[in-house]
């Protein structure tokens, strides 16, 4: 079976790339160097040497491979549609790994001759540099025949399932005829068999908390409201739903596995009524006498990004080190940010190793590699001519040495400034979480403190 994947190419802000537009082919007023250069690096990366075998697995369908980025443009211009999404780039790859590349360079061609071959224009590529060979397929985002968008089924991706099976039955590759298209998805199965909290974890943990308080189904769904949790149990829907703390979609329980269908919670909760159940109540926290100064309260002194960062850290359980995470034990809005745990650290270690704790700060460190961007740019530009000229075979080597080198600290730098756009984005979520968290924490010491008075 093919596993597949298509999603839209609109502009690449985030890379500095000076690139010389044609003025006689496209004026600027109509067509935005971001644009441009958009369609350039996709069809670059589909075409790229390294991968394809100095593009001897690369086709076009209604276009010439080596001017397919200038074809693509004439036909928007000539239909006045240089804006929005400027192509598709999607992914056909295969489970064997004895599969020849001809076998599925043919199989690329004859999928996307298929579905898109009487309206557009499509780039074919097969990459050989991973274990399971992938085409790739760039397509126009206007048809050359009525420019038309694509749109509907001709971007539907989930329904070419079909068309790729039945190839690849007709080749006698593996397919799988009757898939179960309501499991889990794999990015979650993938967190939660590393032992991260999902959306899904913490459902299934609060409907067995609920069962275990629970002996019919009355008293489950009071326990569930109880415990903050929109759902709906009725018998006249097809399937019992819950939505997860911090979310708005509901999820099917039967999604969550086999212990957790209609049938199988009825079946507990029976199990259950042979033994006695502690009915349910809201966990009561025991009130510290003395509050002696926390790890929490000194990182609070750094301020600025930095102590942000550390003190959102703490709350995550990363911090201490010294001391065991327990993600059981964290608020909800910062369940989902456990995800995304290596990237706040690196973030943490930029804060830190700069000493950056200001807004202007942080603007002026990426602003400091912005321009030493365009310098490495300038040089790896100008060696590159040098290429091009006659020279022995040392100095060619020495120079593609350098062009290497080069590249490779622009991409280090790259990183440093996405890292520097995701600390200016993240800080003010950041900081409406930690408020939220913030709220929520003293309103419940309130509570705790008039229980403690009305005891006394």
């Given at each position: 079976?093919?596993?597949?994947?298509?999603?839209?190419?609109?502009?690449?802000?985030?890379q500095?790339?000076?690139?010389?537009?044609?003025?006689?082919?496209?004026?600027?007023?109509?067509?935005?160097?971001?644009?441009?250069?958009?369609?350039?690096?996709?069809?670059?990366?589909?075409?790229?040497?390294e991968?394809?075998?100095?593009?001897?697995?690369?086709?076009?369908?209604?276009?010439?491979?080596?001017?397919?980025?200038?074809?693509?443009?004439?036909?928007?211009?000539?239909?006045?549609?240089t804006?929005?999404?400027?192509?598709?780039?999607?992914?056909?790859?295969?489970?064997?790994?004895?599969?020849?590349?001809?076998?599925?360079?043919?199989?690329?061609?004859?999928?996307?001759?298929?579905?898109?071959?009487?309206?557009?224009?499509?780039?074919?590529t097969?990459?050989?540099?991973?274990?399971?060979?992938?085409?790739?397929?760039?397509?126009?985002s206007?048809?050359?025949?009525?420019?038309?968008?694509?749109?509907?089924?001709?971007?539907?991706?989930?329904?070419?399932?079909?068309?790729?099976?039945?190839?690849?039955?007709?080749?006698?590759?593996?397919?799988?005829?009757?898939?179960?298209?309501?499991?889990?998805s794999?990015?979650?199965?993938?967190?939660?068999?590393a032992?991260?909290?999902?959306?899904?974890?913490?459902?299934?943990?609060?409907?067995?908390?609920?069962?275990?308080?629970?002996?019919?189904?009355?008293?489950?769904?009071?326990?569930?409201?109880?415990?903050?949790?929109?759902?709906?149990?009725?018998?006249?829907?097809?399937?019992?739903?819950?939505?997860?703390?911090?979310?708005?979609?509901?999820?099917?329980?039967?999604?969550?596995?086999?212990?957790?269908?209609?049938?199988?919670?009825?079946?507990?909760?029976?199990?259950?009524?042979?033994?006695?159940?502690?009915?349910?109540?809201?966990?009561?926290?025991?009130?510290?006498?003395?509050?002696?100064?926390?790890?929490?309260?000194?990182?609070?002194?750094?301020?600025?990004?930095?102590?942000?960062?550390?003190?959102?850290?703490?709350?995550?359980?990363?911090?201490?080190?010294?001391?065991?995470?327990?993600?059981?034990?964290?608020?909800?809005?910062?369940?989902?940010?456990?995800?995304?745990l290596?990237?706040?650290?690196?973030?943490?270690?930029?804060?830190?190793?700069?000493?950056?704790?200001?807004?202007?700060?942080?603007?002026s460190?990426?602003?400091s590699?912005?321009?030493?961007?365009?310098?490495?740019?300038?040089?790896?530009?100008?060696?590159?001519?040098?290429?091009?000229?006659?020279?022995?075979?040392?100095?060619?080597?020495?120079?593609?040495?350098?062009?290497?080198?080069?590249?490779?600290?622009?991409?280090?730098?790259?990183?440093?400034?996405?890292?520097c756009?995701?600390?200016?984005?993240?800080?003010?979520?950041?900081?409406?979480?930690?408020?939220?968290?913030?709220?929520?924490?003293?309103?419940?010491?309130?509570?705790?403190?008039?229980?403690?008075?009305?005891?006394?």
């Amino acid at each position: 079976m093919a596993v597949t994947k298509l999603w839209s190419v609109k502009s690449n802000l985030k890379q500095v790339i000076d690139y010389a537009i044609n003025p006689e082919k496209t004026a600027a007023d109509v067509y935005t160097e971001e644009q441009y250069q958009a369609l350039a690096d996709v069809l670059s990366y589909a075409k790229d040497e390294e991968k394809t075998e100095r593009e001897l697995y690369v086709d076009g369908i209604n276009c010439n491979v080596a001017t397919a980025r200038d074809q693509f443009i004439t036909v928007k211009e000539q239909y006045q549609k240089t804006d929005g999404i400027q192509a598709y780039h999607g992914y056909l790859s295969f489970k064997e790994q004895n599969i020849t590349p001809e076998l599925a360079q043919k199989i690329g061609m004859e999928f996307a001759n298929e579905i898109w071959g009487n309206r557009f224009q499509v780039v074919v590529t097969t990459h050989l540099n991973t274990t399971h060979l992938h085409c790739h397929f760039v397509v126009n985002s206007v048809s050359f025949v009525d420019g038309k968008r694509l749109w509907g089924e001709e971007k539907a991706w989930f329904k070419f399932r079909t068309v790729a099976d039945r190839i690849c039955e007709k080749y006698g590759l593996y397919y799988n005829p009757k898939p179960n298209r309501s499991k889990q998805s794999s990015y979650y199965y993938k967190q939660e068999q590393a032992g991260m909290p999902t959306r899904y974890t913490m459902v299934r943990e609060a409907i067995d908390e609920a069962i275990a308080h629970s002996t019919n189904l009355r008293s489950f769904d009071y326990a569930l409201t109880q415990m903050g949790y929109e759902h709906s149990l009725s018998e006249s829907r097809k399937y019992w739903t819950i939505v997860p703390k911090g979310y708005t979609k509901p999820i099917r329980l039967k999604n969550l596995g086999e212990d957790y269908t209609e049938e199988a919670i009825k079946r507990r909760l029976m199990e259950n009524q042979r033994v006695r159940i502690v009915p349910f109540a809201k966990q009561t926290v025991v009130i510290r006498q003395y509050r002696l100064p926390t790890r929490e309260q000194k990182i609070k002194k750094v301020g600025g990004l930095y102590g942000l960062y550390l003190h959102y850290c703490y709350k995550l359980g990363y911090l201490p080190k010294y001391k065991k995470q327990n993600t059981k034990r964290l608020h909800y809005l910062l369940k989902e940010d456990l995800l995304k745990l290596d990237k706040i650290t690196a973030e943490t270690r930029l804060l830190g190793r700069e000493h950056i704790f200001t807004d202007e700060q942080l603007f002026s460190y990426k602003a400091s590699l912005n321009g030493q961007i365009e310098t490495l740019i300038d040089d790896r530009a100008h060696l590159r001519k040098i290429s091009r000229t006659k020279m022995s075979d040392d100095e060619l080597s020495k120079v593609k040495g350098q062009i290497v080198s080069i590249s490779g600290k622009i991409r280090e730098l790259r990183k440093e400034v996405w890292l520097c756009d995701d600390i200016a984005e993240r800080s003010k979520v950041m900081e409406q979480n930690l408020e939220t968290i913030r709220a929520e924490e003293e309103k419940q010491e309130r509570k705790e403190q008039n229980r403690y008075d009305k005891r006394r």
